[in-house]
C-alpha cells in the first residue's frame, strides 16, 4: 500500500509562488512514475505536470513555464514549484504515484494512488 502525503499549499497574491511536496510511503518509489493533478470547482480533474522514473518531465499547456516538477529519490518526495501564479491556477493540487510497466506492446498501468489533496488559492 502506498501513501502519498501532500504539503506547501496555502493562500499565496497573483505573481507568488508556492512549492508543494508529495511525500511517498510504502513502496518503491523509484518504480512509480509520479504527477501533479489539480482540480477546481465545478471542473474535472487534470493533469499538471507529470515526471517519469528516467527524470522526463512533461506538463500541461497552461504551465507555460511558470512550473517546475521534480524528484528527489532518496527521500523519497516530489516536488511542484509554481511561479507567477494566476487566479485561475487557483484548485485542490493532488499527487500520483502510477506504477507503469513496459512491455514490447507497449507501456501499462498496473495501478496508481493519490494523495488527499491540498488547496492552493491565488487571490489578491
Known amino acids: 500500500q502506498v501513501d502519498l502525503v501532500e504539503s506547501g499549499g496555502g493562500l499565496v497574491q497573483p505573481g507568488g509562488s508556492l512549492r508543494l511536496s508529495c511525500a511517498f510511503f510504502?513502496?518503491?518509489?523509484?518504480?512509480?512514475?509520479m504527477g501533479w493533478y489539480r482540480q477546481a470547482p465545478g471542473k474535472q480533474r487534470e493533469m499538471v505536470a507529470e515526471?517519469?522514473?528516467?527524470?522526463?518531465?512533461n506538463y500541461a499547456d497552461f504551465v507555460q513555464g511558470r512550473f517546475t516538477i521534480s524528484r528527489d529519490n532518496a527521500k523519497p518526495t516530489i516536488y511542484l514549484q509554481m511561479n507567477s501564479l494566476k487566479p485561475e491556477d487557483t484548485a485542490v493540487y493532488y499527487c500520483?504515484?502510477?506504477?507503469?510497466?513496459?512491455?514490447?506492446?507497449?507501456?501499462?498501468?498496473?495501478?496508481?494512488?493519490w494523495g488527499q489533496g491540498i488547496q492552493v488559492t491565488v487571490n489578491s
Open positions: 510504502g513502496g518503491r518509489f523509484d518504480l512509480y512514475h
Open positions: 500520483n504515484a502510477d506504477r507503469r510497466r513496459t512491455y514490447p506492446s507497449g507501456t501499462y498501468s498496473e495501478g496508481d494512488y
Open positions: 515526471i517519469t522514473r528516467g527524470m522526463a518531465t
